[in-house]
Nanobody
Framework: QVQLVESGGGLVQAGGSLRLSCAAS?????????MGWYRQAPGKQRELVAT???????KYADFVKGRFTISYDNAKDTVYLQMFSLQPEDTAVFYC??????????????WGQGTQVTVSS
């Protein structure tokens, strides 16, 4: 089992910035395959924001438009989402996700509890 703890959400004015963090931990060995950020706005389905593979490949949703950057600190097992030029339509609960393999080679899909991002106009 891998635990994901997110932080960094909050209230920001339009045009502002936030950096989300997500720290992964486990009582047992695990190896991260991919980490990513998703978001869910009220009344909408959860959608992909950005993902990052172990090999360093990134994928961003079209609505990011160069405003967000995903990165990973291997030493801290922490993934970050730096967000610039935030707009009210970015208001959502942001969730951290990882696909990780345990010591038996079993791949698991794990989610954090979510962190609220609210952008005021």
């Amino acid at each position: 089992q891998v635990q994901l703890v997110e932080s960094g959400g909050g209230l920001v004015q339009a045009g502002g910035s936030l950096r989300l963090s997500c720290a992964a931990s486990s009582g047992n060995f695990f190896s991260i395959n991919t980490m990513g950020w998703y978001r869910q706005a009220p009344g909408k389905q959860r959608e992909l924001v950005a993902t990052l593979t172990k090999g360093g490949s990134t994928k961003y949703a079209d609505f990011v438009k160069g405003r967000f950057t995903i990165s990973y600190d291997n030493a801290k097992d922490t993934v970050y989402l730096q967000m610039f030029s935030l707009q009210p339509e970015d208001t959502a609960v942001f969730y951290c996700n990882t696909h990780a393999t345990n010591s038996y080679g079993i791949l698991g899909d794990y989610w954090g509890q979510g962190t609220q991002v609210t952008v005021s106009s």
